[in-house]
């Protein structure tokens, strides 16, 4: 599975940390029409493998659909079994990408410094997630580009709003991650539609200049 194919249109994976079974079809309705193509569902929310069944039900064939916040090598078939092919995660251990990789996922794990890079990128990763943002500015995220085999994908990850992005897009950021400014728990879809909706537009505005 191509990561790249769901990089369009918008390269933007939603963090649905929280997220209920019960809200997922509302939820993840609105943020496919709004571009949507890359959807996570944290395995510290409420019975995460039944959203993840949930959404790979209905949306498997047109967006890619996984677990965040995998960090024990043991939940990465549990997450497969239960339909997912993305495995999201807050740290490097090369021990969780290697699984995922020996079962046929996406992974994407999170680093912060050029070492957990490199460990990640030959562990077989898929792309990076610089993580967490805030405490990572666009000028590390250029010094990387630098040293960082020219394929790599990188997502900035933690804070990043719509009125953010623009500095990691010029510094090499190929997409993001946003979890609380798009969706937090007991969100109703239409709130959830608007806060799609401004990262969409500011998405446009940024690669429209």
Same mark, same amino acid.
């Given at each position: 599975?191509?990561?790249?194919?769901?990089?369009?249109?918008?390269?933007?994976? +939603?963090?649905?940390?929280?997220?209920?079974?019960?809200?997922?079809? $509302?939820?993840?309705?609105?943020?496919? %029409?709004?571009?949507?193509?890359?959807?996570?569902?944290?395995?510290?929310?409420?019975?995460?493998?039944?959203?993840?069944?949930?959404?790979?039900?209905?949306?498997?064939?047109?967006?890619?659909?996984?677990?965040?916040?995998?960090?024990?090598?043991?939940?990465? +078939?549990?997450?497969?079994?239960?339909?997912?092919?993305?495995?999201?995660?807050?740290?490097?251990?090369?021990?969780?990408?290697?699984?995922?990789?020996?079962?046929?996922?996406?992974?994407?794990?999170?680093? !912060?410094?050029?070492?957990?890079?490199?460990?990640?990128?030959? $562990?077989?990763?898929?792309?990076?997630?610089?993580?967490? #943002?805030? +405490?990572?500015?666009?000028?590390?995220?250029?010094?990387?580009?630098?040293?960082?085999?020219?394929?790599?994908?990188?997502?900035?990850?933690?804070?990043?709003?719509? %009125?953010?992005? #623009?500095?990691?897009? $010029?510094?090499?950021?190929?997409?993001?991650?946003?979890?609380?400014?798009?969706?937090?728990?007991?969100? %109703? $879809?239409?709130?959830?539609? !608007?806060? !799609?909706?401004?990262? +969409?537009?500011?998405?446009? !505005?940024?690669?429209?200049?």
């Amino acid at each position: 599975m191509d990561l790249r194919q769901y990089l369009s249109p918008l390269p933007l994976i +939603a963090v649905l940390r929280g997220i209920t079974p019960e809200e997922v079809p $509302a939820i993840a309705g609105v943020l496919f %029409d709004e571009g949507f193509r890359v959807l996570e569902v944290p395995l510290n929310s409420p019975r995460p493998f039944e959203s993840i069944r949930l959404l790979a039900r209905e949306f498997r064939e047109r967006c890619l659909i996984g677990a965040g916040t995998v960090i024990a090598s043991s939940d990465v +078939a549990r997450v497969r079994d239960s339909g997912g092919a993305l495995i999201v995660m807050p740290h490097g251990d090369t021990a969780v990408v290697r699984e995922a990789k020996r079962l046929g996922l996406v992974c994407i794990p999170g680093v !912060a410094t050029p070492t957990e890079a490199f460990a990640a990128i030959a $562990a077989g990763a898929d792309a990076l997630k610089m993580f967490p #943002a805030e +405490a990572l500015p666009p000028g590390a995220l250029k010094a990387w580009r630098a040293v960082l085999p020219g394929e790599t994908l990188l997502f900035a990850v933690g804070g990043i709003k719509p %009125d953010n992005m #623009a500095p990691y897009w $010029a510094a090499g950021a190929n997409g993001f991650g946003t979890g609380s400014n798009l969706y937090v728990p007991g969100a %109703d $879809a239409a709130k959830v539609r !608007a806060a !799609a909706a401004a990262y +969409a537009a500011g998405f446009r !505005a940024l690669t429209s200049r």
